[in-house]
């Protein structure tokens, strides 16, 4: 006779080895050991799921103090590489600092047996068909890795392969361990081998001059007009003794005039270019100058093809010729060139000749 067993849905009788219920028609399989295993691990893996630590499951939070000694540790690895990639030796000082350029076109130059010379732009040279050399220009950022001399060695940052010695004095910036921003030749005393005709005319007032241009070139940079100052000097050909006039030229070769008056007042700076003319500007203004030179108005033709303008960038004067006819006094209508000169912040001047 079959064993009976209790089946586990219905809990009637069943034989032991029937594969369903004949009551309820459950099944009556056993589960294998293989069953339990992986039902132990699927179990396992649930709980472990749940019993996670809180802080796992959380992206964890970088400190600003941790931020700080990682941005810390990429610059030194930069200055180290920029440091031993240097010329520079144990006996040069140590500068390792980032800094600008006040000046264009600085050349860079390789030393070789105590000699600097120009570092050659091989590929502008080969597309120009002329020697051009490496330089650096106005605001370029560098890293200056030490200073012998009056040299320092630095990498252009964004050109690092052009690297070499430049003169310290074009570095605007912590150069050493001070900060330069005006040319120290500015604070120099005159004396008579290089300054013999301001002692000659402005003798007696030479500590007021030395003075009024340290003062402009402080006045330039605390206004932010300048980020260095080149130069800052006395105008010879404008001043006279009871009117100094003072000029500056900045890194970026702007450059500014101003009475001692102008230097010592709240006076808005504003440069030579910004003062000057637009030769548009300079042409409507030589035609009304004309206009206002000629009798017969009305009998006024200009001649617009013949009409130039030019501009002197060192000077910022704007030069206009102007060709036009008119009739003379006698009632002849004659041919005449007009030169129109217009100096910054100045009314034109007027020439006219006939032809």
């Known amino acids: 006779m ?29 589960t294998s050991l293989l069953g339990y295993c992986i039902m132990f ?50 006996e040069d000082l140590k500068i390792a600092k980032y800094a600008a350029i006040g000046k264009d076109n600085v050349n860079i130059y390789k030393l070789s047996n105590g000699k600097y010379t120009k570092i050659l732009n091989e590929a502008a040279s080969k597309a120009l068909k002329e020697k051009h050399y490496h330089t650096v ?45 005006i040319n120290p030749s500015i604070f120099e005393k005159y004396t008579k081998s290089n300054y013999r005709e301001t002692l000659k005319k402005f003798g007696r007032y030479l500590n007021r001059i030395q003075s009024m241009r340290v003062q402009l070139a402080k006045k330039l940079i605390s206004s932010n007009k300048c980020e260095y100052i080149e130069h800052s000097d006395l105008s010879l050909d404008k001043s006279s003794k009871r009117n100094l006039i003072f000029w500056a030229t900045c890194g970026n070769k702007e450059r500014y005039y101003l009475s001692e008056k102008e230097i010592k007042a709240e006076t808005k700076l504003l440069s030579q270019s910004e003062k000057s003319w ?26 617009m093809l013949g009409m130039g303008a030019r501009k002197v960038a060192s000077t910022q004067v704007v030069s206009v010729s102007l060709d036009f006819d008119a009739k003379n006094s ?20 007027i020439q006219i000749e006939q032809k």
Request: charged letters at 25%; proline letters at 4%; glycine letters at 6%.
């Open 41 to 90: 691990f699927m179990f396992m893996y649930v709980v472990s799921l749940f019993n996670s630590p809180e802080e796992d499951s959380k992206p964890q939070k970088v400190t600003k103090a941790k931020k700080a000694n990682i941005l810390k540790a990429k610059k030194q690895n930069a200055i180290n590489k920029f440091l031993s990639a240097s010329d520079c030796k144990p």
């Open 278 to 303: 637009t030769e548009h500007d300079a042409k409507l203004a030589c035609m009304q100058l004309v206009r206002s030179r000629v009798q017969n108005k009305s009998t006024l033709d200009f001649h």
């Open 137 to 181: 220009n106005h605001k370029s950022k560098i890293f200056e890795a030490c200073q012998k001399g009056d040299y320092s060695y630095i990498f252009p940052i964004g050109q690092e392969s052009a690297k070499g010695w430049i003169k310290t004095n074009n570095i605007v910036g912590y150069n050493g361990l001070k900060k330069v921003q």
């Open 2 to 30: 079959a064993k009976l067993i209790k089946c586990k849905h219905c809990k009637h009788q069943i034989a032991r080895k029937a594969k369903s219920c004949p009551s309820c028609g459950g099944s009556n399989k056993k």
């Open 330 to 349: 006698f009632g002849v209508q004659q041919d005449f060139t007009a030169y129109c000169t217009f100096k910054p912040g100045k009314d034109g001047s």
